[in-house]
């Protein structure tokens, strides 16, 4: 029944390997989970290389570890070809039966499925397929639904979620054919990294869009994506009826990234109620396209009570469908610091001092903040200078760390301030990991 499917949906099987591109840098937490029998969960908003990234995990499997081609089987489940199916189940079961006939595999079986959610109840497949042994599954789809009540209901402690972003700096610069082996390197290509970092900041990290390089089709695509996201995928997921609210409401958003925000003031700003707002939040974060930042609290309740912030899962995204940040960029460069250090896996929060003052961000670990971060496109005004070392200062005296940090455009220094060690750090070198 999908003998013809199967075989075009899987070239590798004659030994070929995929055109790699980039290499993801959390291709080796995959690898690392490929030794478990857990199910692999790749999750990420649309078109963040979840597919490619697939790529080159199968390329491994043959080339590195010698898993014969005709034991992967990868099913693309958007292809239209299983549009009339993705209610019935029963089809990916049909689907795998048609491929142990066709190619009758000996030894564990490798089977991706791509873009999972496409298929109402999948996860009763795979629950059903992982208790039989002897086959890895490794699944993606492009909302954190798949993190949550999906997983925890059915295959609660048998899934290893791996989140996939847009691509980092490091990721962007390999992309545009700059490989910096070492620190040496590094600064020895300062002036380059910081004309890509401009772009970076500009247009973000979407694969396709770093292969682009007219700015004006690098925004309509960009805004395609968010588009198809919001009318294609959440508006259709949960019965949204009037999906011209939630555009509005996401780009006003996407125009006032790093910035706080409360549930009342939205809901007068956009003219729909508290419920709503929250509603669509939630929608957006499901479908990775904005985050939200807590301030810090040790009481649950005044956490909740508190403004959050706001960032986005790309600035180029943001920039494409938002307002101009011409006259703000550092609200972009605190944008690509928030999600720097969420690909870091780093429990974040924003920080308010006693007196009021606000640090972006507070990094926590082991029930205490161990870091705090500031970020400000340049330090050079005294009023600038003074708000940030102010606030800064006071937050490392209260949290009773030592030492601070400020990122930069492009300043580095260290120096003390009422005892307290204070780094500002380049751009560039904060977000490289190279």
């Not at 247009?203 to 004006?216: A, L």
């Not at 940090?405 to 977000?431: C, N, R």
Request: glycine share 6%; aromatic share 12%.
């Amino acid at each position: 029944m999908f003998e013809s499917l199967l075989v075009d949906n899987s070239p590798h099987w004659d030994g070929t390997l995929y055109q790699e591109g980039v290499p993801r840098a959390v291709l080796t937490r995959v690898k690392e989970y490929l030794e478990l029998p857990h199910i692999i969960a790749l999750v990420g908003v649309r078109r963040s290389g979840k597919s490619t990234l697939v790529r080159q995990t199968i390329n491994h499997l043959i080339r590195d570890k010698g898993v014969p081609p005709r034991n992967i089987l990868f099913l693309n489940l958007e292809n239209p070809q299983f549009s009339r199916y993705r209610k019935d189940v029963s089809y990916l079961a049909q689907a795998y039966d048609d491929y142990l006939k066709l190619v009758a595999p000996t030894g564990t079986v490798y089977c991706f499925l791509d873009e999972v959610h496409y298929f109402t109840e999948w996860q009763v497949f795979v629950k059903a397929m992982y208790e039989q042994k002897g086959i890895k599954f490794v699944v993606t789809g492009s909302n954190s639904h798949l993190l949550t009540s999906e997983f925890i209901t059915i295959l609660s402690g048998r899934a290893m979620p791996v989140e996939v972003y847009p691509f980092s700096f490091p990721e962007f610069v390999s992309a545009r054919g700059l490989h910096i082996a070492d620190t040496v390197e590094m600064v020895r290509e300062r002036n380059r990294l910081r004309g890509f970092l401009d772009e970076y900041q500009r247009f973000g990290g979407f694969p396709e869009i770093s292969t682009i390089v007219e700015p004006t089709i690098k925004k309509e695509i960009l805004t395609m994506y968010a588009r198809n996201i919001l009318y294609q995928d959440i508006a259709p997921r949960f019965s949204i009826k009037k999906a011209v609210d939630l555009e509005n409401l996401f780009f006003y958003l996407a125009s006032n990234i790093s910035t706080l925000y409360s549930f009342n003031k939205l809901a007068d700003l956009v003219g729909l109620s508290d419920k709503t707002i929250k509603d669509y939040l939630g929608y957006f974060s499901d479908a990775y396209l904005l985050f939200t930042l807590d301030a810090f609290a040790f009481s649950a309740k005044e956490q909740i009570r508190s403004p959050k912030k706001v960032y986005a899962v790309d600035t180029g995204l943001a920039s494409a469908v938002g307002f101009s940040f011409s006259d703000n960029q550092g609200r972009l460069l605190e944008n690509l610091v928030f999600l720097e250090l969420k690909r870091r896996a780093h429990t974040l929060y924003y920080y308010k001092t006693s007196n009021g003052l606000e640090v972006d961000f507070a990094c926590h670990c082991g029930g205490k903040i161990v870091r705090l971060i500031q970020v400000t496109h340049e330090m050079g005004e005294d009023q600038t200078r003074h708000r940030e070392l102010r606030a800064l200062v006071k937050a490392l005296e209260e949290t009773s760390l030592d030492k601070g940090e400020i990122v930069t455009y492009e300043q580095e220094d260290e120096f003390l301030v009422d005892g307290k060690m204070i780094s500002l750090i380049p751009a560039f070198k904060y977000l490289s990991d190279f």
